[in-house]
């Protein structure tokens, strides 16, 4: 089975723009998460859709916003871009997201400049 | 609060038992404990997770104490490959990964 995908891998910005981060969850699998990863803050959650419904969310400004599609491919977006959003953008997949175990995907490494 | 605590690094010979612990005093009783590793700059990835019984599987042991306070987890023949960010976490079947943190979690470096 292949694992979770997400596109871009890298992606380089400015300042002031937009991004849309997708993410292929592991075929069958339901639950989408999405996370934010610093070297200072470390793995920080975005939140959490499942059958096209966010479940969950963290405590993020509102230039982050996401959704999920009926084939439960998400994508996350983050607009009007600030330095402090480089970081590496992670999605992970469940079967139903509360009792599986989640399967990350390789993330995306985001660049503001 | 951090629940769970574990040792910031930790260095391994290569072929030799790696064996990372994880205090999680405060675990209740429907906690389950999970595993992951994240190796530099890639997504973090799923070991193993447990209740209360040790499991093994094709990546590793878990082995819990019997009052559920701490654990080990068991890499059998540490390679270079496992050189990663370890993360111990304890959940809740019912939660939402959502409420989760996954801490600094240990780093180890298997050395040739």
């Known amino acids: 089975k292949a694992g979770v995908t997400q596109t871009p891998r890298y992606l380089i910005k400015t300042r002031g723009q937009q991004v849309t981060l997708s993410c292929s969850p592991i075929s069958g699998h339901r639950s989408v998460s999405w996370y934010q990863q610093t070297p200072g803050q470390g793995l920080q959650f975005l939140f959490e859709y499942f059958s096209e419904t966010q479940r969950n969310k963290g405590n993020f400004p509102g230039r982050f916003s996401g959704r999920q599609f009926s084939n439960s491919r998400s994508e996350m977006n983050v607009s009007t871009l600030e330095l402090g959003d480089s970081a590496l953008y992670l999605c992970?997949?469940?079967?139903?997201?509360?009792?599986?175990?989640?399967?990350f995907g390789p993330g995306t490494r985001l660049t503001v400049l | 609060d951090a629940k769970t605590t574990q040792p910031t690094s930790m260095d391994c010979a290569e072929g030799r038992a790696a064996n990372l612990p994880c205090n999680h005093s405060t675990i209740s009783g429907n906690e389950y404990v999970y595993w992951y590793r994240q190796i530099h700059s890639q997504g973090p990835q799923y070991i193993i997770h447990g209740l209360k019984n040790n499991e093994t599987n094709e990546m590793a042991s878990l082995i819990i104490t019997e009052d559920r306070k701490s654990s080990t987890l068991i890499l059998p023949h540490a390679t270079l490959r496992d050189t990663a960010v370890y993360y111990c976490i304890v959940r809740v079947e019912s939660d939402s990964w959502g409420k989760l943190q996954f801490g600094a979690g240990t780093q180890v470096v298997v050395t040739p």
């Open positions: 992970a997949s469940g079967p139903s997201g509360t009792v599986d175990t989640q399967y």
